[in-house]
């Protein structure tokens, strides 16, 4: 069957990280619409343990100053929720992350050695790619790893009908490197684990940093058929 503009497959193709956003305003009326469909996303038991807070205007500012303090603090200013990738982490996994970063860098111009350049980049992050919203998503902290799979597969959900809404987002789990002090910014009780903040906006179509092909891995690497 082709694939209309609404369809699941459009949207999984159109979806990527947008870390360039234009001024425009999101109307909340339009994310409400979102969030009651993304309701839908399944869920083990059907906990749906997910839990969200959506921030604009001063709310998200006072986020931002909050965590620009902490990281003017240096190393010691850090507190990570959990890690964010294994200690341990070996091929193929190491190689797709490098990947990734290199052609996120390049699509900047910014070459390795300018490790001051990059670091400068990175830091858009907690400016959440001055998105017009950052949403958080967090859950309570006795839920284990099948409910934060669950988080999960609400957040693609609401990706992807961003996406069929004409609108774009990066998930940044970098927020919880200061996972303390936005909890306690939101006015979340120490019960609660925060997993990721989502950037939400209209993107910027001609910003270099948007327009670059991310890789992804050949099926063969991912998937063993048997049977067929
Ligand atoms: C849970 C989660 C957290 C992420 N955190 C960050 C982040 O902190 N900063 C960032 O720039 N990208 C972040 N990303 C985006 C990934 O780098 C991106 O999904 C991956 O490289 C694939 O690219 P694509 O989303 O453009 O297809 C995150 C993605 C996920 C799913």
């Known amino acids: 069957?082709?694939?209309?503009?609404?369809?699941?497959?459009e949207a999984l193709h159109k979806r990527r990280s947008v870390r360039a956003f234009t001024g425009q305003p999101v109307d909340p009326a339009?994310?409400?619409e979102i969030f009651a469909a993304a309701q839908r996303a399944p869920s083990g038991g059907n906990l749906q343990p997910w839990q969200v807070t959506v921030l604009t205007g001063e709310p998200w500012q006072a986020v931002k100053d909050e965590v620009a303090a902490r990281i003017a603090m240096g190393r010691e200013g850090q507190q990570p929720e959990y890690d964010i990738y294994p200690r341990e982490l070996t091929e193929p996994w190491t190689d797709r992350r490098f990947g990734v970063g290199e052609a996120l860098y390049a699509s900047l111009g910014i070459p390795r050695e300018d490790k001051r350049g990059r670091l400068a980049r990175?830091?858009?992050?907690?400016?959440?790619?001055?998105?017009?919203?950052?949403?958080?998503?967090?859950?309570?902290?006795?839920?284990?790893?099948?409910?934060?799979?669950?988080?999960?597969?609400?957040?693609?959900?609401?990706?992807?009908?961003?996406?069929?809404?004409?609108?774009?987002?990066?998930?940044?789990?970098?927020?919880?490197?200061?996972?303390?002090?936005?909890?306690?910014?939101l006015g979340l009780d120490d019960g609660q684990i925060l997993f990721t903040g989502l950037a939400i906006g209209y993107a910027d179509e001609?910003?270099?940093?948007?327009?670059?092909?991310?890789?992804?891995?050949?099926?063969?690497?991912?998937?063993?058929?048997?049977?067929?």
């Not at 400016?127 to 017009?132: E, L, M």
């Open 122 to 185: 990175f830091m858009d992050n907690y400016r959440g790619f001055d998105a017009p919203v950052m949403l958080f998503l967090h859950c309570s902290r006795i839920m284990g790893p099948p409910q934060w799979s669950d988080m999960g597969m609400w957040l693609q959900s609401v990706m992807l009908l961003l996406v069929e809404h004409g609108l774009a987002s990066c998930p940044q789990e970098c927020w919880a490197m200061y996972g303390e002090t936005v909890r306690r910014t």
């Open 30 to 32: 339009l994310l409400k």
């Open 206 to 228: 001609g910003a270099a940093v948007n327009r670059w092909p991310v890789p992804r891995a050949p099926l063969g690497e991912v998937i063993d058929w048997q049977g067929f």
């Open 1 to 9: 069957m082709p694939a209309t503009d609404r369809s699941v497959t």
